[in-house]
């Protein structure tokens, strides 16, 4: 059932390949300060956003050959000395380099965006770009991925939220013990990830009962 709702969920947004590139691209363009500026769909209301949303990208963009080489070079090198393609419509004059991005990533950025429609993007996936935004904005996503590294040399700071959701899987404490590690750390706790870098999880006072609760479910239900 889970991964039908997946394979539903590329499918609304357009995205070919594997059935998780929606949470992939999502998680690289949070990780990477993207919507900071930019948001997946447009925000309504008379405010000048930012930066375009990456569904009026695509839109703008759908009948240019070379529209992935030509966002990538962008998402890479920023647009500085460039043709300015949103004058006047949005509040940032340019867009910085991003010297944390790969070209790979920033090519699989490139193509995911212009792959978005429009008029057929998931509440899901407007769900999953507001948790990844709260999250980053509280420091979370510093040491947590969404999904698992697959390199075996690899040790992250801390576990995967797919990783955290499998373990806490029918635990009736599972909401209540997250939502205290998240605002007051485990540092007083027993360790329970030797396979993760970070002895213990700092507190986190700026974050609400509230929204650790809302991101408490949104972790368990990866």
């Known amino acids: ?33 993207c919507f900071i500026c930019h948001s997946v769909q447009a925000k309504t209301g008379p405010a000048i956003p930012l930066a375009p949303a990456y569904a009026d990208i695509a839109e703008r963009f759908k009948d240019q050959k070379d529209a ?3 966002l990538s070079q962008r998402i890479l090198q920023g647009t ?10 949005v ?6 380099p991003n010297v944390s991005v790969s070209a790979e990533e920033a090519t699989k950025l490139a193509e995911w965006i212009l792959s978005i429609k429009k ?7 407007i769900t999953h770009e507001g948790m990844l935004t709260l999250a980053a904005q509280n420091g979370c996503i510093a040491c947590h991925g969404v999904s698992q590294q697959t390199d075996s040399h690899y040790i992250p700071l801390a576990p995967a939220f797919h ?5 806490y899987k029918g ?6 013990t997250l939502v205290e590690s998240i605002i007051s750390g485990t540092v007083d706790k027993e360790k329970k990830w030797p396979d993760v870098n970070m002895r213990f999880m700092p507190p986190n006072p700026s974050l609400s009962p509230k929204d650790a609760e809302t991101l408490v479910d949104w972790i368990l239900s990866q």
């Open 171 to 176: 635990n009736a404490d599972a909401k209540k």
């Open 80 to 89: 500085v000395n460039t043709k300015q393609d949103w004058e006047g419509k």
């Open 119 to 125: 008029d057929a993007i998931s509440e899901e996936v």
């Open 1 to 33: 059932m889970k991964y039908l709702k997946i394979m539903a969920l590329a499918a609304l947004v357009g995205v070919s390949g594997a059935a998780h590139a929606n949470g992939q691209m999502l998680e690289t363009a949070t990780k990477n300060g």
């Open 68 to 70: 992935a080489s030509y």
């Open 91 to 96: 509040n940032m004059r340019f867009m910085p």
């Open 163 to 167: 990783a955290v959701a499998e373990r």
